[in-house]
């Protein structure tokens, strides 16, 4: 009753790092500040979050509910009674069922705080509020939030999917990360999934709605059955349409399940199996001890790469947000393919996989780990930051294409064992095999290109196949 939302929200460029090893930010402090008008939030408020696991209750009597902290004590409001959010506990009948559902049967039917005004938020997490209305449509399991029209808004991906579809083989769509969601997410057995709708899910009010985004049988079906529950897509808000991801678990599963195997043409090399992929490794986390890591399978991650060559030229801007994989042949380690598929404008699902061709060598991931590994600079490093009573805490590899060239970039991140705030402290890049650490991505890539020319014999970049 007292606090019942959350205030605002953080946002950090990827790129941006201070020269202590703290993100920058674009929006921080509460209430938020930003030197950005178009993050500035006329309601900053958020009734409805990923946090938001238990009922609220707003308009109580003799109670205002905190809204943020001050330096006198702390703002508090009342939510104005002609906004559209929550259910008004205005009748008997509504004590008893909110009283039940929320284990607080005899303090909810009989507390003189509760009067007509008063309103209850519930189901407040995005995921399990859509899940509320449309349980009939997979949710990728990982909303993000923007800042649209002076609010907050949640994104969700919601997938039609199907267990009959003919002529097709059975397979399983879930999430193969624990850390996207804070709730787990179930998995479902189908041979047919489409990213057919995006939904919005209002912060402050809780509002949904659903925008048919595929033409498809299944999704045309339930718009039959519930006629006002769907908007078209041309009804999607251009500030909306900006922010629209593909389904990383969709993703996934086409490229990890299906395509893995199906993109042999020949009969005689599909027979025998002799261009499997498999999805590549990094070495992440903590180093351990006698400067041992653990590998982890790198999941689809995203990146914005500048079309136009080895990446088809966009449609609109070149430069494109998109969402890749990184694959290495089955029981090998070099480079294979990257499938990359952009997702901003019209061109939105467009992909391309860009192969090397069978023959030419070409480093993947986890030899660009090793190769970070056995530079000796870098490893007396590490040698010295562990001695020091330092965590060392390698970060994700991530693989950019760049031109012709393929660059691999991991930040190295310092924790101290006295007082554990990590921060990014070096950038480590290979360019061509050669590895080079340095405190930001431009002198670590000046470096890699520097030693690569100092290099004899050094790998050439690959000619990728479309």
Not at 37 to 45: K, T
Not at 292 to 299: G, H, M, P, Q, R
């Amino acid at each position: 009753m007292l606090f019942t939302h959350g205030h605002g929200l953080v946002l950090t460029p990827v790129g941006g790092v201070t020269s202590e090893g703290e993100p920058t930010y674009a929006v921080l402090d509460i209430p938020g500040r930003t030197q950005r008008p178009e993050l500035d939030l006329d309601n900053p408020r958020v009734y409805y979050g990923e946090g938001a696991g238990s009922l609220a209750y707003s308009n109580v009597r003799r109670m205002k509910e905190f809204d943020f902290p001050t330096e006198e004590g702390r703002a508090e409001m009342v939510l104005p009674l002609d906004v559209n959010a929550g259910v008004p506990i205005n009748s008997l009948l509504k004590r008893l069922v909110f009283g039940w559902q929320s284990r607080q049967f005899l303090d909810i039917l009989f507390s003189k705080l509760i009067g007509d005004e008063t309103r209850v938020h519930y189901y407040r997490m995005p995921l399990d509020r859509v899940r509320r209305i449309a349980p009939f449509l997979y949710l990728d399991s990982d909303p993000w939030a923007v800042a649209i029209d002076g609010g907050i808004k949640w994104i969700v991906n919601g997938i039609t999917t199907t267990d009959r579809y003919p002529y097709s083989r059975l397979d399983w769509i879930g999430d193969k990360s624990d850390e996207r969601a804070p709730i787990p997410t179930d998995w479902t057995h189908m041979n047919y999934a489409r990213d057919a709708v995006k939904i919005t899910v209002d912060a402050y009010s809780g509002e949904l709605r659903f925008y048919k985004f595929a033409d498809e049988p299944i999704l045309d079906t339930w718009a039959q059955i519930y006629p006002t529950l769907f908007r078209a897509r041309e009804e999607i808000p251009p500030q909306v349409r900006e922010h629209l991801q593909y389904p990383v678990q969709l993703f996934h599963l086409r490229f990890d399940n299906i395509y893995n195997i199906y993109h042999m043409k020949d009969p005689m090399t599909f027979f025998n199996m002799e261009d499997m992929w498999d999805d590549s490794d990094e070495v992440l986390g903590p180093m351990l001890d006698e400067g041992k890591a653990i590998t982890f399978s790198i999941e689809p991650y995203h990146w914005v790469a500048r079309t136009g060559s080895p990446l088809p030229r966009a449609s609109g801007r070149r430069a494109q947000f998109v969402v890749s994989m990184v694959f290495t042949p089955e029981n090998a380690l070099n480079l294979r393919a990257i499938p990359v598929m952009y997702m901003d404008g019209d061109d939105y699902g467009r992909t391309t996989v860009l192969q090397v061709p069978k023959g030419h060598f070409s480093l993947g991931p986890e030899q660009a780990d090793a190769a970070i590994d056995q530079t000796p600079e870098i490893s007396r490093q590490f040698d010295w930051w562990n001695r020091q009573g330092m965590d060392v805490i390698r970060g994700h590899t991530t693989t950019l294409v760049i031109d012709r060239e393929v660059l691999f970039v991991e930040p190295i991140f310092l924790r101290s064992r006295q007082n554990p705030v990590t921060q990014l402290k070096q950038v480590c890049v290979v360019f061509r095999g050669n590895a080079a650490m340095a405190p930001t991505l431009e002198e670590a890539l000046r470096k890699a290109v520097d030693v690569h020319g100092q290099a004899h014999g050094s790998r050439e970049p690959p000619e990728f196949l479309k």
